[in-house]
């Protein structure tokens, strides 16, 4: 196995059950991958935001699994936006009637076009239209350059208007079933202690069945040989009949890229995805009154904050109030490789737009993570693109974010793909 993100664990902890001996490399001294942890206030948070969705049936199945099911809190959550230089309450059909940003007609087709969204279970009405063109025909000019404009901006950048309006269906669809009856509220998901127990809870059933983990040895090279492949690490060669691959598609054209056939290469090596800067600020004081904010100002270097002790009790973090910068970003923009010092000078002067009163001595510690590989971009026609499992290279398979379609990408959807991988690798079956 390659990789210990959640497809990677989960897949290995499959094949063990199954009695497959089982060695899991990670490039990191630690598991977790995009839903790695660090300690904020003495309490475990991840290093980028997350939560689930009622609809997040694999996770909430898993962690019944291995016992975590009851550790799992649904607790409601404040949804905001700033737009038109201030603060709205977003998210809700009162909010929208007082959003006024946007004319009554604009409101009007705003709700409607969501309704439609909402009430369509049928995702292929959205695979050849792009989320640009769906939405000006459907909810007009002013709607998509006041609200979906810059947040589809804000997630994929200048691929923006290349995203296909399935992406925004799987988001709004499922999160519509996330929400109460009335509509009037959400509530989200979250593991007490940090998603990092579901983590560990993998990790410690695997070690119990006998698997090895290579922590901090990432894979550098894979290549065949009669029999089998052979993992090429800082500890030299290691052989394996079977390697499940489930870091980024470029990482493994970079190990494996050579003996993969041209088309399979051109295949791969065209899913492209955006990367992610993530700022964590543990602040004395609280900066506004919403979990998630989104920021629909293209002028903005970042795109969305999240307040977590908005959401989940303060008291937690010994008191402290969590707020994350998220900022999607291509890895040529220049953020992406500058210094930590240097993108908190970017930041700091817009933070202080949203709430004048902001200044450093809030701040009682800051942290700083990316993440190169963080959102697939989904263009349209996407599903037949979309790589199997299989790789031509026998007994090497392949399985990550690129695969999940057409939800967006999520912890729900990387356990639902390791297991679906690691079905595929028992039966030697095709995937679908
Ligand atoms: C900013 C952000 C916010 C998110 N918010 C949410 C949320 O609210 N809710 C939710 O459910 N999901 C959320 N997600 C998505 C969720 O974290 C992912 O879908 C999921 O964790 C992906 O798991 P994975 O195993 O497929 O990939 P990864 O976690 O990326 O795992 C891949 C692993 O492979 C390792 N690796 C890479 N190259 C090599 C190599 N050469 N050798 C060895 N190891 C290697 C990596 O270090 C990594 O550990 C968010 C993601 C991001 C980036």
């Known amino acids: 196995m390659v990789g210990a993100g959640l497809t990677g664990l989960v897949a290995a902890y499959r094949l063990a059950n199954a009695g497959w001996q089982v060695t899991v490399f990670e490039r990191y001294p630690e598991a977790g991958g995009l839903v790695a942890t660090f300690d904020a206030g003495g309490e475990r948070l991840e290093c980028f935001y997350h939560h689930l969705f009622t609809t997040d049936t694999d996770y909430v199945a898993l962690a019944q699994e291995l ?5 799992i809190e649904w607790l409601p959550s404040r949804m905001g936006i700033y737009s038109g230089r201030r603060l709205w309450d977003f998210g809700t059909p009162v909010s929208l009637l007082k959003f006024a940003p946007l004319p009554w007609v604009d409101k009007f087709r705003f709700g409607l076009s969501t309704l439609l969204l909402n009430r369509t279970a049928d995702f292929t009405k959205f695979e050849q239209v792009t989320a640009r063109e769906w939405i000006l025909k ?19 950048a200048e691929k923006a208007d290349d995203v296909a309006m399935v992406w925004l269906w799987g988001k709004l669809f499922l999160r519509g079933r996330s929400r109460s009856v009335t509509g009037l509220g959400e509530r989200l998901g979250y593991m007490r202690g940090s998603f990092g127990r579901l983590v560990d809870a ?11 983990f290579e922590l901090a040895t990432p894979v550098k090279r894979i ?4 029999g089998g492949l052979e993992v090429h690490t800082r500890n030299g060669p290691a052989r394996f009949s079977k390697v499940l691959f489930t870091a980024a598609p470029s990482e493994l054209l970079r190990a494996a890229g050579e003996h993969l056939p041209q088309d399979y290469r051109t295949r791969v090596g065209s899913l492209p995805a955006t990367a992610a ?3 964590v600020l543990e602040m004395s004081r609280s900066f506004s009154p919403y979990y998630w904010l989104n920021i629909a100002d293209q002028e903005f270097p970042f795109g969305g904050l999240i307040e977590h002790t908005n959401y989940i009790p303060r008291e937690r973090y010994g008191g402290r109030y969590l707020l994350y910068i998220s900022k999607y970003l291509f890895q040529e923009h ?18 202080q737009r949203i709430n004048p009163s902001f200044d450093d001595s809030w701040v009682l510690a800051r942290h700083h993570f990316k993440a190169a590989y963080a959102q697939p971009v989904i263009p349209r026609g996407y599903r037949s693109t979309i790589p199997p499992f299989e790789t031509p290279v026998p ?7 690129a695969q999940i379609y057409p939800e967006d990408r999520g912890q729900n959807y990387a356990i639902r793909t390791g297991n679906r991988a690691a079905a595929t690798l028992l039966e030697g079956a095709p995937s679908d």
Do not use: I
Request: aromatic share 14%; charged share 20%; glycine share 12%.
């Open 67 to 71: 016992g975590l099911g009851g550790e």
């Open 138 to 156: 459907h909810a007009g000019r002013r709607v998509y350059d006041t609200v979906w404009g810059p947040l589809l901006h804000q997630k994929f």
């Open 202 to 212: 993998l990790a410690q059933k695997l070690r119990e069945s006998g698997a090895r």
């Open 223 to 226: 290549t065949p040989f009669d």
């Open 277 to 279: 800067l993530c700022v």
């Open 334 to 351: 220049g953020l992406w490789s500058a210094h930590n010092d240097e993108v908190w000078a970017t930041y700091r002067p817009y933070l």
């Open 395 to 401: 007994g090497l398979y392949h399985a990550c974010m």
